[in-house]
Structures are given as structure tokens and as C-alpha cells.
């Protein structure tokens, strides 16, 4: 029997150095070639800011090619992984959660939909006003006395331009404007996917009809509205296979799944292999 592997989780201390002992942000730039090979989880979120180089960011099973006057967006718990050229310049804000979740809302849409565009292209004209807020930011770290008033205006203006050169990137954000209740729906199952997996539970919350919710995600989003619900637990799927030292069982249970075969028939109509075949990937 294939031995369990298990990826770390990393914590933002892992990258503190010797930066102050309590650190809720952290800036850190990178330069040259680097590679993760396995893949791994944070604990907490990162602005990722590309100026220079090329190369592969994996993120969530999917491969983003890694370009010139980028940003990339990685949320706590998302599995990643990179390969960068030796010519890569880019720059990381690294932010706990505690101090993430005081001004994340300037984001304006649901996670779920950031992590359905965690690469957004950028004008040099964007980049550079990005740029110049993470440089301040470095330099206000930098001072003995840190105004985290200050680190927290300058995160809040940054999600902010994320915010607009997503919604100039992705035509289908502008949906999620038009119609709130498809990002309630995101928001919904963002919270409740491992215990309620029916439409109906949801179009209650939203009240609205299970027929209407699913008109509304099939005309505005080209989905089913129970594609979304599977789609997250499928995700949250690879991510516990993949990046933790959970059993199959116990994967299953953890998603509320309480039969192994049923879980493991439900993963493979959803991914085309089965929960064991997926692990032995790695």
C-alpha cells in the first residue's frame, strides 16, 4: 500500500525571517529562478505581482502561464505550486487572515469568484500604481513604529484596483453586479457546500425558487446551479486528497459524504478517475 503523503500547510511565520515577532503582513520579493515541485497550502492570502520573467503558477489543479505586469490572487487553503524563469522579478504581499478579513470586502464579489480568476493581466499603467502601494507598504513595515492604520488603507486601495482590472478583464463579473443573488449563491455554498447539497436548501436561503435560481445560473453563467455546488465539493476534494494526511474515508466524511463507495462513484462521474487514482498522481 502507497504510503500517505502530506504537504504542509504553511504558516506565514515560515517567512518571517527576522521580521518583527508578531507579523500579520509580510513583504517579500523574489528574484530568479524558483520552483515548488509539490504542491502545498498557506494559511494565509497573497498578492502575487509579476514584473519580470515567465514561467507556470499552479493554482487549485489548474496552470496559469506566469507573464509580465500580472497580479495573482491565492486564498488560505488553495493548493499551489510554481516553476519561475531565472529573468523573474515579482513581488509578495503575504496577509494573516485576521488582518486579510478587515478589508477584503473592498474585493466586492465572493472568493469564489477571485479563485475562478486568481491571474489578472495588467496595464503597465495598473501595474504601476500597484507597484507603488506595495513599495509603501515595504517602507512603512520597514519603520520601528509600524501604523497598521496606514497598511490597512493602503490593502484596502489595493484590493480596490484588483477589484477594477477584474471586472475590465472578465466580462462575466459584471454579472455578479447585475444580478446579486448569483453572488450570494457563490457566497452560500462557500459556506455550506459540505453540509447542504441541494439547490433547494440554497433557493431557500436566497428565497427564490429552485427553477429560478437554476434559470438564472444557466442564462447568466452557462452553468447548472447544481454544477456550482459540485464543482466546489469536488475542489475541496482535491485539495484534502492532494494536500493533507486525511484517508480517502476520511476526506469523504469531512465533506459529509457517510458512504466511502458513494463518494468515491460521485468523484470519479465528476473527474473521469477515482479518489485513490487521483492521489497516486502525485
Known amino acids: 500500500m502507497k504510503a500517505k503523503e502530506q504537504f504542509p500547510v504553511l504558516d506565514i511565520r515560515a517567512f518571517q525571517g ?3 515577532d508578531a507579523c500579520h503582513f509580510l513583504y517579500h520579493e523574489i528574484r530568479g529562478e524558483r520552483l515548488i515541485e509539490k504542491p502545498h497550502k498557506h494559511d494565509f492570502f497573497v498578492f502575487l505581482l509579476i514584473e519580470k520573467g515567465s514561467g507556470t503558477h499552479s493554482i487549485d489543479f489548474i496552470d496559469y502561464d506566469v507573464a509580465p505586469y500580472q497580479i495573482h490572487l491565492l486564498f488560505p487553503d488553495q493548493v499551489h505550486k510554481w516553476e519561475f524563469s531565472k529573468k523573474m522579478v515579482a513581488y509578495q504581499l503575504m496577509i494573516t487572515r485576521p488582518f486579510f478579513e478587515t478589508f477584503s470586502n473592498t474585493l466586492q464579489f465572493p472568493f469564489a469568484v477571485y479563485q475562478h480568476h486568481p491571474v489578472i493581466d495588467l496595464t503597465a499603467e495598473s501595474f504601476h500604481k500597484l507597484f507603488y502601494e506595495f513599495r509603501a507598504i515595504q517602507q512603512e513595515l520597514g519603520q520601528s ?3 497598521w492604520e496606514i497598511i490597512h488603507l493602503r490593502s484596502r486601495l489595493i484590493a480596490q484596483l484588483v477589484t ?4 475590465r478583464k472578465f466580462d462575466d463579473l459584471l454579472v455578479y453586479r447585475a444580478k446579486p443573488a448569483l453572488q450570494q449563491y457563490h457566497a452560500l455554498i462557500d459556506q455550506h ?7 433547494a436548501f440554497y433557493a431557500s436561503q436566497l428565497n427564490i425558487s429552485p427553477n429560478y435560481l437554476n434559470i438564472l445560473c444557466k442564462r447568466h453563467l452557462q452553468l447548472s446551479a447544481m454544477f456550482l455546488i459540485q464543482h466546489r465539493v469536488i475542489l475541496e476534494a482535491k485539495r484534502q486528497i492532494q494536500a493533507s494526511g486525511k484517508s480517502i474515508k476520511e476526506v469523504a466524511f469531512n465533506l459529509g459524504f457517510n458512504d466511502l463507495s458513494y463518494f468515491s462513484n460521485f468523484f470519479k462521474s465528476q473527474t473521469g478517475i477515482s479518489p485513490r487514482q487521483f492521489r497516486d498522481q502525485l
Open 18 to 20: 527576522d521580521q518583527q
Open 145 to 147: 513604529t509600524v501604523s
Open 164 to 167: 477594477l482590472e477584474a471586472e
Open 193 to 199: 457546500y459540505k453540509t447542504q447539497k441541494s439547490v
